[in-house]
């Protein structure tokens, strides 16, 4: 009797998210015309090996269809695909890095990375709305040296928490790194405790931080601003962890197991409050904004 | 300060991983009166890399947190190499908590060459558990002093070095990664480790220059390991020092200050 109560109350909440999501989407322009499409005809997936057809991977918001893993996209393919269309205020856009220890090569290497990427380091962030909801968004993107992190980085993640503070907006990050920038040295450190205790300064104004994990998440931004969401959110079988797997192989001398540091290993540990899919991201992102008491800003 | 020691990096390398140097628990009844271990998590258990119990210098009370090396093989084995694990920094951040309650002053000793990596860490969180200690020790209501004895490596160093000054022994060294693991990844070459200490900026100096820590504490002629007493005494005086001016700053004062020392660190320029 009560199971099928229940049921019932389940089917109706389900039904009545359903519809309004339905409406909602009705609005937006087809999700698969949001990502770019690669110029190799195939895609080998890193994780079930199998090989992909960019057409069949692109109508997938390139998410493998066999495995489900979610690949890895671009800080504007992101965009796209998480914002309002043309509610998105870049911040900080012209910050560049120096070379503070000097580290020989690094400034061509940059140099190389901006011209192929178009970006100018390895986070965008900016103010957007979410389905009218008003938000601080950072999406880091790995195509630049992995998005690891340096003096760009955290100084931008950083302003994005204090604007948040001090606008009293929600802050939603796209993690995605190898952790530190080694070429920075200490420095590089050093933005682990700036971006940590920015968060801290977005809990003071009693605002909401949801951290979304994409591929990879690991090292210095696993240990520090990616692991202090209120929500901690992460796509289908990416990889989240601390130290590097092989680190890890190398001194126990054997092979781990292939979901050892994935998703659904840390939602299995405690770590992870949610996995969803990339084509419900938004949907799940906007929810939980309005659950959280945020309302869609007035139309002007 | 007298430098009657200036080595290059790669030297400091071998003093520092010299047997003989002096570890916290040969530095703690040297400049402690009294200290009294206190042990476990509460969560899941007692890491051996981190010790941490309540202590007095000259009369104040404080809360001490330390990374431990070994003294030997036995000793080593049961700190891990003082690579903490998780319920090391969770140890960590009980007992800061606890100071916090209580208007200790916490002292952090640093010397380690980084959190392990191991499955079992990875298993409990060790990249939530260094993040929370990180962030929660940015608020800590309470006077927070940290000194990197001879090895500060990566996050597993800054879990316990958010505080209000950093003090760097003088021969001890800070960086991101160990020179090795920076060779590793950046040369795929761990054997141009002592050219990777080289041009990494891990030295005190460095440390000083880059506005990462506040202060050299010296060492005597030839290493810490020549005369223990000796940098156990220019550690106390370190210490009093410090903990009577930061403990007269009014707390918001002190957090704000705590706050801006980390903030401004970072070089880049927007065009
Ligand atoms: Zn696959």
Not at chain 1, 222 to 245: C, H, M, N, Q, Y
Not at chain 2, 81 to 101: C, D, N, S, T, V
Not at chain 2, 131 to 140: D, Q, V
Not at chain 2, 194 to 219: F, N, P, Q
């Amino acid at each position: 009797m009560l199971e099928d109560l229940l049921d019932v109350v389940k089917l109706r909440f389900n039904v009545n998210t359903a519809a309004e999501n339905d409406k909602d989407d009705e609005k937006d322009e087809k999700a698969e015309n949001k990502v770019e499409i690669p110029k190799d005809l195939a895609f080998k997936c890193p994780r079930c090996l199998n090989m992909i057809m960019t057409d069949e991977l692109v109508k997938n918001l390139k998410v493998c269809p066999e495995c489900g893993y979610h690949s890895r996209i671009s800080s504007e393919e992101r965009l796209n695909l998480t914002v309002d269309k043309g509610s998105f205020i870049e911040f900080d856009k012209d910050m560049v890095s120096r070379n503070p220890i000097g580290f020989p090569g690094y400034d061509q290497k940059q140099d190389e990375l901006r011209k192929k990427t178009g970006l100018r380091d390895a986070v965008i962030t900016g103010e957007c709305k979410i389905r009218g909801i008003r938000c601080v968004i950072g999406i880091m993107d790995s195509r630049y040296m992995m998005a690891s992190m340096g003096s760009v980085v955290g100084e931008k993640i950083t302003r994005a928490f204090e604007y948040g503070a001090e606008h009293k907006l929600p802050v939603i990050m796209f993690t995605a790194s190898g952790g530190a920038r080694m070429q920075e040295g200490i420095v590089s450190l050093m933005q682990m405790a700036k971006t940590s205790g920015a968060v801290g300064k977005l809990a003071e104004a009693g605002q909401l931080y949801i951290a979304v994990m994409t591929d990879p998440t690991t090292g210095g931004v696993t240990a520090s601003f990616a692991s202090l969401g209120d929500i901690i959110i992460a796509e289908p079988k990416v990889v989240i962890g601390f130290a590097g797997r092989r680190v890890i192989e190398g001194t126990i001398k054997q092979r781990l197991p292939d979901d050892f540091q994935t998703a659904e290993f840390m939602l299995e540990h405690g770590f992870v409050d949610l996995i969803a899919e990339r084509k419900t991201m938004r949907r799940t992102l906007a929810h939980i904004l309005k659950l959280n008491g945020y309302k869609p800003a007035e139309e002007v | 300060m007298e430098m009657n020691n200036k080595l290059t990096p790669p030297e400091k390398l071998d003093l520092i991983r010299d047997k003989d140097r002096p570890t916290v628990r040969d530095y703690i009844p040297m400049i402690f009166d009294e200290f009294i271990e206190l042990h476990g998590d509460r969560y899941y258990g007692d890491d051996r890399a981190i010790i941490g119990g309540l202590a007095s210098i000259k009369g104040i009370a404080v809360t001490v947190i330390a990374e431990v090396k070994g003294r030997n093989l036995n000793e080593n084995k049961e700190s891990n190499f003082a690579m903490p694990h998780p319920e090391g920094y969770r140890k960590a951040l009980r007992l800061a908590k606890q100071a916090e309650k209580f208007h200790r002053p916490v002292v952090c000793f640093i010397d380690t060459p980084g959190a392990f990596c191991g499955v079992e860490a990875e298993n409990r969180g060790q990249g939530e558990a260094i993040a929370r200690n990180i962030m929660e020790f940015m608020t800590l209501k309470t006077p927070v002093i940290s000194i990197v004895l001879g090895e500060g490596g990566s996050g597993g160093a800054l879990a316990l070095g958010v505080c209000d000054k950093l003090a760097v022994l003088e021969n001890s060294i800070y960086s991101v990664i160990s020179p090795r693991g920076f060779a590793s990844i950046l040369w795929k070459d761990g054997g141009r480790e002592r050219e990777a200490a080289s041009i990494m900026k891990i030295t005190a100096d460095d440390m000083l220059e880059l506005g990462v820590a506040e202060e050299i504490i010296s060492e005597p002629f030839g290493g810490a390991q020549n005369d223990p007493k000796e940098t156990a005494k220019n550690i106390s005086e370190f210490l009093l020092k410090t903990l009577k001016e930061k403990m007269a700053i009014d707390i918001d004062v002190l957090l704000n200050e705590r706050y801006t020392k980390f903030r401004k660190i970072g070089e880049f320029e927007e065009l």
